[in-house]
């Protein structure tokens, strides 16, 4: 069975640094990185001037930054991006299931900037099928530190 490790990725620093160890960790491993982001309508859309379309389009826009950004032009490890419509927990969750590990930032774009871990982090270590690994703001390219679950 081939290894794969998921990444959340919403274009904060913590996901970069998310996605940073996880590439790290797939190649230590020879497993492939699916990079997740995840995108939805947001319940005001009716009073929005943007489109579902243009939504998706500024999603994808952004995990290619983080991946491009993170690890450049030419990975050295196996780089399956997926853009997912729904709400970030579930489709983290469904994108883990069958996978060798789940990797996530600290905390994304929150306006509660002293907390440790974010909701999304938090509902995922708790509901996940496979392990995860939250990785803190911070955490440099040789490993670092991160939470373990």
Known sequence: MDERIVVGV???????????????????????????????VPPVYHWSSSSPSGLR??????????????????PDVNV?????????????????????????GSRGHSTFSGILLGSVSGHCVIHATCPVTVVREGVQQDGGDPILR
Do not use: F
């Open 10 to 40: 919403d274009g904060s620093e913590s996901s970069r640094g998310a996605l940073r160890w996880a590439a790290r960790q797939a190649k230590l491993t020879g497993a492939s990185l699916e990079v997740v982001i995840a995108w939805e």
């Open 57 to 74: 389009v500024g999603a994808e826009s952004i995990l290619q930054e983080a991946v491009t950004d993170v690890l450049g032009d030419d």
């Open 80 to 104: 399956i991006p997926a853009v997912v419509e729904g709400h970030p927990v579930p489709v983290l969750l469904n994108a883990a299931n069958g996978a060798s590990l789940l990797v996530l």
